[in-house]
């Protein structure tokens, strides 16, 4: 054991170490004007990015989601799971758009289409400035004619290639604009945010994409009880317009006889049939407008609250890179690239000395 001062051949010493960090050091140091020159070249590719990048500005909508009432079984779901009883199952509300499935319909491509469709001033759709502003007609030149595309036309009348046209300009947009989340997943606030060079698309597309959702939220969290509530109205009008019909029809009955004689019951047997008419189809015509009132309620606490909390307005947020930033990444980023350039070139030619 006398004599071995390493566990194994491939450990160094501290001494080593040290000397070998010198070296490096004083290798760097004997390099410093390329190091000088990669930062001034970092500081003026920094500046000239800061100038010439033009700042991208972000409309943010946040809103609050609650979901309609279930009624008493909601209510009684905490106390029954106490005992081991699943109510969910038993309760009204749909999971459709519960947990991430509403932020994922935000970039659905139904959605993003709809709200790229949609005007946004009397001459412009809002797909047609973004082709404007991103250049898209020159940059897609090869492929399509943009330029001779009109887009306000019904959807069901596009061709091949103006479909196209709308499916990559929404891909774009999901991919490189469009962001999606909820700063707690505790809670149920969910922020909608829209980055883009024009300001006022930005602002525009925020506001009619929000709308767009939240509106096709509440019809498909409301159909059914909508549904359910059209029929049962629809019965009500007819059970009523038979009810109304059975009345003049008793009143045209008792009119014919005004003083029957009680001796010939054969005189009142169309009056009493009239009559009974009436009965029941007042019977009826209840049990309907009693469950037309029930649904009314369902319908009402079914019905989500979609509250917003904030919204665009201008001025927006604006990201972009200030000149005294842009020149300090610039040097920073070239000068660590000249480092690790000196790095392996030294590498290299100690390899080729020992080679």
Known sequence: MA??????????????????????SAYFLSQWKILILAGILGIGLGALVSIFKKPVFIATTSFVLEDGDSGG??????????????????????GL???????????????????LLSPFDENQLLIDRFITFEKIDKKWASKVDIPAMDFSI???????SQDSVVQEVAKLVRENQLSVAKPDRK?????????????AYAKAFNERLVENVNEFYRET??????ENLE?????????RKILDESIGAFASATDRVPNANPLL??????????????????????????????????????????????????PLERSEIRLVKGMVYGCAILGIFAIIWLYFRRLFHKHVQKS
Request: hydrophobic share 35%; net charge negative; charged share 20%.
């Open 3 to 24: 004599g071995s001062n390493h566990f194994s051949d491939n450990q160094f010493t501290f001494k080593e170490v040290v000397q070998n960090f010198s070296g490096w």
């Open 73 to 94: 079984i909601g209510q009684m779901s905490g106390l029954a799971s106490l005992m081991g009883v699943n109510l969910g199952s038993m309760s009204g509300t749909s």
């Open 97 to 115: 758009f519960q947990g991430d499935n509403i932020m994922e319909l935000y970039r659905s491509e139904r959605m993003l289409d709809e709200a």
């Open 154 to 160: 019904p959807r069901d009348q596009f061709t091949v």
């Open 187 to 199: 809670l149920t606030i969910i922020q909608v945010s829209v980055s883009s060079k024009d300001e």
């Open 221 to 226: 969290k409301t159909k059914k009880t909508s």
């Open 231 to 239: 029929i049962l109205q629809s019965q009500a009008d007819s059970v």
């Open 265 to 314: 019951l054969s005189a009142t047997i169309e009056t009493k049939k009239r009559q009974i008419d009436v009965q029941a189809t007042g019977a009826v015509y209840e049990e309907v407008v009693k469950n037309l009132e029930i649904a009314k309620v369902n319908h009402r606490n079914n019905s989500p609250l979609i509250q917003i909390i904030d919204s665009p307005r201008f």
